[in-house]
């Protein structure tokens, strides 16, 4: 019972602080930074506070399996965080959310090949269910829910970075595996920072101009943001010891009527009556998914 309340209480916290952080990252790149700028300074700012408890890490004892798959899971993060935040700087918060679905049954097909996590046919249903409800969000679009919806710049972003993400996924379970949540949250932040600094190099950002619009303002929400950040790593980590990673993304799917409320608050994003039902359905699901989980 414990373990289930633990579960339950580690999910609420990722499934608010996600969306949340998505606000920010919306926000500072409508203030005028590049979302692969923002992408790597939420990064460095977690590096850098992970670095404060750096003597107290023991890392000789950690195994080849550990440094590896950090590294696959840092290159994956950077690239699928980037363009998320890319997604994030002209797409609707509450349209993009809900894509992020079906990120599930992604991580599903990795997670059999690479971690041997094999679904029930309940888990299958209930994700079935989630893809269902996607639809009725998508509709609201103006290419309604179509292969024209693909040619949406936005859309590609958010589908580009949700396959990159599930893939992480399945690595930080894999790094989780040979250490613990903790250190996969420092690694997950090191090699993060690492890779997105090269994608910063590779695309020729200009770090001098977007040094310009760190303003109080903005260092406030950079603030806030890596806060959020951290809240939703650290809680993801957590529920990945104990869950499998097709199940917990499932699960984290909750968080899409939060992004849609969060989207019409902030930003004023129009039918939100069809999201919310939308999301709803998606959230019976996971609901599905979980109950039947912990029988």
């Known amino acids: 019972m414990a373990e289930i309340i633990f579960i339950i209480?580690?999910?609420?916290?990722?499934?608010?602080?996600?969306?949340?952080?998505?606000v920010?990252?919306?926000?500072?790149?409508?203030?005028?930074?590049?979302?692969f700028w923002v992408n790597f300074l939420t990064y460095l700012l977690l590096t850098l506070a992970c670095c404060l408890s750096l003597p107290f890490?023991?890392?000789?004892?950690?195994?080849?399996?550990?440094?590896?798959?950090?590294?696959?899971?840092?290159?994956?993060?950077?690239?699928?965080?980037?363009?998320?935040?890319?997604?994030?700087?002209?797409?609707?918060?509450?349209?993009?959310?809900?894509?992020?679905?079906?990120?599930?049954?992604?991580?599903?097909?990795f997670g059999v090949f690479l971690l041997g996590e094999i679904p029930n046919i309940w888990?299958?249903?209930?994700?079935?269910?989630?893809?269902?409800?996607?639809?009725?969000?998508?509709?609201?679009?103006?290419?309604?829910?179509?292969?024209?919806?693909l040619k949406n710049k936005e859309i590609q972003f958010r589908i580009g970075a949700m396959i990159l993400t599930a893939i992480e996924a399945v690595f930080v379970k894999r790094v989780i595996i040979s250490s613990s949540p903790t250190l996969a949250f420092y690694s997950w932040c090191a090699f993060g920072a690492i890779f997105s600094f090269i994608i910063l190099v590779v695309f020729q950002i200009r770090i001098k101009e977007?040094?310009?619009?760190?303003?109080?303002?903005?260092?406030?929400?950079?603030?806030?943001?890596?806060?959020?950040?951290?809240?939703?790593?650290?809680?993801?980590?957590?529920?990945?010891?104990?869950?499998?990673?097709?199940?917990?993304?499932?699960?984290?799917?909750?968080?899409i009527i939060v992004s849609v409320f969060l989207g019409y608050r902030f930003f004023r994003e129009k039918d939100i009556r069809k999201k919310i039902i939308g999301s709803a359905i998606m959230i019976v699901g996971s609901v599905m998914i979980i109950l039947l989980k912990a029988n």
């Open 9 to 22: 209480l580690a999910v609420s916290i990722r499934v608010i602080a996600n969306p949340l952080g998505n």
């Open 24 to 35: 920010f990252q919306k926000q500072l790149t409508q203030a005028g930074s590049h979302p």
């Open 57 to 109: 890490i023991e890392i000789r004892t950690l195994n080849k399996g550990f440094w590896i798959y950090s590294i696959l899971g840092g290159i994956f993060g950077a690239m699928g965080n980037g363009l998320l935040v890319k997604a994030l700087h002209k797409g609707d918060l509450s349209i993009l959310g809900p894509i992020n679905s079906y990120k599930a049954i992604v991580a599903l097909i």
């Open 123 to 149: 888990g299958i249903i209930g994700i079935g269910i989630i893809i269902y409800g996607s639809y009725m969000v998508l509709d609201t679009t103006e290419e309604r829910f179509t292969p024209a919806l």
């Open 210 to 255: 977007n040094l310009q619009h760190l303003t109080r303002n903005t260092l406030y929400k950079l603030l806030f943001l890596g806060g959020c950040i951290a809240t939703m790593q650290l809680s993801t980590n957590f529920v990945f010891e104990r869950m499998d990673v097709s199940y917990a993304l499932s699960l984290f799917q909750l968080s």
